[in-house]
Nanobody, 120 residues
């Protein structure tokens, strides 16, 4: 599975961005897609995950209510709509494909990352 993330950029505090992750290759080899982020000097943090075929998703408490994950099966693309962005949301955002369930996501494949910078 190859993953191509896009949509990052510079936004002011309180603004919005939508990230996209296009999957190609053996997409049938994964059940769940998710988003993570890594801020400078910190570990990789889980944000959200969604099942390709079931109507289920999961969110980290830090983004619940502000971020929404969605999918377009016809395009093999997963999105992360990010609203009410804060400076602490600044990080490199990664999409991932893997197994399990959205609440117990085990990533196996990773995209290249896209930078999100939120200015105060």
């Amino acid at each position: 599975v190859q993953l191509q993330a896009s949509g990052g950029g510079l936004v002011q505090s309180g603004g919005s961005l939508r990230l996209s992750c296009a999957a190609s290759g053996r997409t049938f080899s994964s059940d769940v897609m998710g988003w993570f982020r890594q801020a400078p000097g910190k570990g990789r943090e889980f944000l959200a995950a969604i099942h390709w075929s079931a109507d289920s998703s999961s969110y980290a408490d830090s983004v619940k209510g502000r971020f929404t994950i969605s999918r377009d099966n016809a395009k093999n693309t997963v999105y992360l709509q990010m609203n009410s962005l804060k400076p602490e949301d600044t990080a490199v955002y990664y999409c991932a494909a893997g197994f399990g369930s959205p609440a117990a996501f085990s990533p196996r494949f990773w995209g290249q990352g896209t930078q999100v910078t939120v200015s105060s």
